[in-house]
């Protein structure tokens, strides 16, 4: 009896219908294998992994194989996007073993939950070295049934070796001056001077590493950090990796030359790719940043919002290519036959050569991803804005990817702290009401009267899982730009409840942050990975949500906290720079103060408060925080003390407990916050 029919996450509703007799992780799974005296193969992926469905399709959807795994083992299937700890320590089991990891992963445990071997994707018959999944069960079976003690003692070795592997740098100092330049120095290293960006193929888009980058040339000027974070945005915003017709950013680059991405959509991607881009708007007045800013919002709002007002997960790199068969890129890619179609022959020529449509094409059959390549000559705006606009008619006809509409709890911190400034930098109140929305359900939902979080919901109804660090940090994080950006104390509350539970639950003694509460459900390991990946680790976005709640708060627990968490990236930000770029950039704020600025005017309506506020939110200065109300109020800490200057509006702006006198000229203040 499959038992994922009741599931809230799409990726397990996928497997609903398998012949495999699946299970949901949990302690009934482990029993059942006792009881039966069989392994537990434990399948883990997401619902927008092309080699998930793959895999789904050759082996968990084959009568055969799955009468073999209902026979001789039980079968657990896990969305690592729901359980990010029991992917976490798995998959360190697996890296550690293989020197790989990926998705879907395949790993066989006894019934104690314990490895003892490690796979990622096998294919339905031997290939390119590979052995066959089916090879595989038949080998962990006979290994089980004939050789037991070995594969307890490997099991056993295992978990011993992964509990070896606690960190603790929480008692190292923060790291200074030195630790990020040699960081930067990394970098400079390993950035792709032709193409942007840092290594090879694949390339994903480092959006941590640029907001380190943006921090440190406004913190020290550097020019050389500016025009790395300025080149790899423009390669990225015009390679196929970015959606030319609708906006948004696709998960990596296959290539070196972002021209053939993975297709998928992932919201964390375009949440901090939008902030990105707006804060690089914000340091150098680009253009192009600015749209790509714009785009990437209105591309979340318009397709990855759900009707309860949070954002969708992701959008499948696969769909259907108008024969029934679901191909990876057939919405997006188009041929010099398909762009005749849609534009008639003259405006087909125009837009192959604007877009980079070949005959023989970039990606698979002849067909193109779009791109904007640099070349010479003039286009006429308005003529190419009328075939964008046909173009983007015309993919709306095509079947469209599907939609992971579970809403993640952390992810969509990250989506509101982007859309709260990228609304407030450019002037689209619509902007920041989707960003509040989107906390709003967060507070109706995904918290209870504890103020703890739960990881997921989905169609209203909040999931069983409970939040791991990443979703109190990005929560918080989010929490705090809402506050900034609205002048709404409420938020700066709820970002105080959340980072207390990090205080006392995902804290030891000596600093070190763990993924996992210490009340959480127990694991043969309690995961703790400080490294930045796809998106911040908990850890360093713990320290920079930790450190933003301090300055506002005046909090010393908080602010020591975050100094502690720190100590991490003086480790590791010299030796591995491009992994924890989010360590990089909070540590940026640390040594800038970070700067406290406090707006107060007469009224909430007042144009020369808002216009001071607008100015705050635009400056610079690494992780400054604001507190926008009018005098006298209460709604933060920031404001008490702080009158009107003449009767008139007023900025202050603190650093290090030394405080500028009040000014209630925009120029003024914004020299004071930009340099």
């Known amino acids: 009896m499959n038992r994922l029919a009741d599931s809230q996450s799409p990726y397990l509703l996928q497997h609903a219908d398998n012949p495999v007799d699946w299970w949901p992780w949990g302690e009934e799974a482990m029993a059942e294998a006792r009881r039966r005296d069989v392994p537990v193969l434990l399948s883990v992926g997401y619902s927008a992994c092309h080699w998930c469905h793959v895999m789904a399709h050759e082996s968990f959807e084959d009568e055969a194989t799955a009468t073999y795994l209902n026979s001789h083992f039980v079968s657990v299937k896990v969305d690592r996007e729901e359980r990010p700890d029991v992917d976490a ?88 001056e030195e630790q990020l330049g040699q960081a930067l120095l990394g970098l400079t290293r390993e950035y792709d001077e032709q193409r942007g960006g840092f290594g090879g193929a694949p390339k994903f888009p480092p959006s941590m590493a640029v907001e380190f980058l943006l921090r440190h040339h406004a913190r020290t000027g550097a020019e050389g950090a500016l025009q790395m974070a300025r080149d790899t945005c423009e390669r990225m915003a015009r390679g196929g990796i970015y959606d030319q017709l609708g906006g948004g950013f696709a998960r990596y680059s296959v290539d070196r030359e972002w021209v053939v991405p993975h297709f998928e959509k992932m919201l964390y991607d375009n949440a901090l790719l939008c902030r990105v881009y707006a804060h690089l708007w914000r340091a150098t007045g680009s253009d192009l940043a600015r749209r790509v800013a714009l785009e990437t919002a209105d591309f979340m709002v318009r397709e990855l919002r759900t009707a309860e007002g949070g954002f969708a997960s992701a959008l499948d790199a696969d769909s259907d290519d108008g024969t029934g068969r679901h191909v990876e890129g057939a919405y997006y890619v188009w041929t010099p036959a398909q762009l005749t179609e849609v534009l008639g022959a003259e405006d087909a020529g125009l837009a192959a050569q604007y877009f980079g449509v070949t005959d023989e094409g970039t990606f698979e059959h002849g067909a193109s991803v779009l791109q904007l390549p640099q070349q010479e000559g003039v286009f006429d705006a308005a ?99 809402l506050a900034s950006v609205t002048g709404e104390g409420v938020w700066l509350d709820f970002a105080g409840f959340l ?177």
């Open 499 to 675: 980072l207390d539970h990090v205080l006392t639950r995902f804290t030891d003694a000596s600093g070190s942050l763990y993924d996992t509460a210490s009340d959480a459900e127990h694991l043969i390991r309690r995961p703790q990975d400080p490294t930045d990946n796809a998106t911040p680790s908990g850890w360093s976005a713990a320290a920079n949500a930790l450190l933003s709640y301090a300055a506002h708060t005046g909090s010393e627990p908080h602010r020591t906290a975050a100094e502690h968490a720190l100590g991490v990236v003086k480790a590791l930000g010299p030796r591995v720079p491009r992994f924890i770029g989010w360590g990089l950039a909070a540590a940026e704020a640390l040594l800038d103060g970070p700067r406290e600025v406090a707006v107060v005017g007469p009224d909430a309506a007042d144009a020369a408060a808002r216009g001071l506020h607008r100015t705050a939110l635009l400056g610079t200065a690494p992780g400054a925080v604001v507190a926008f109300g009018t005098e006298g109020s209460d709604e933060f800490p920031l404001l008490a003390g702080r009158p009107l200057v003449g009767g008139a509006a007023a900025a202050y702006v603190c650093r290090n407990f030394t405080c500028d006198a009040p000014t209630t000229d925009p120029e003024r203040l914004r020299a004071a916050l930009n340099g």
């Open 89 to 176: 320590v798995y998959m360190e089991a697996v890296q550690a073993a293989t020197g790989q990891g990926g998705w879907p992963m395949t790993v066989f445990l006894t019934p104690d939950a314990e490895p003892f071997y490690f796979g990622t994707y096998f294919p339905p018959e031997p290939r390119h070295g590979m052995p066959s999944f089916r090879q595989v069960l038949q080998g962990v079976q006979q290994a089980w049934a004939e050789r037991r003690d070995e594969v307890t003692e490997v099991a056993g070795k295992i978990v011993r070796d992964l509990a070896g592997r606690d960190i603790s740098y929480g008692d190292a100092q923060a790291p200074g």
């Open 383 to 481: 003529r190419v804005a009328s075939v964008r606009e046909r173009l983007l008619a015309a993919r709306d006809g095509r079947s469209a990817p599907g939609r992971d509409d579970k809403v993640v709890a952390a992810w969509n911190g990250l989506a509101i702290a982007a859309l709260a400034e990228t609304g407030a930098y450019f002037e689209r109140p619509d902007l920041v009401e989707a960003a509040v929305a989107a906390a709003d359900l967060l507070v109706r939902l995904h918290l209870d009267e504890q103020v703890r979080l739960t990881r997921t919901s989905k169609d209203g109804r909040a999931g069983a899982n409970a939040g791991v660090l990443e979703d109190y940090a990005d929560v918080a994080e989010g929490f705090l730009a």
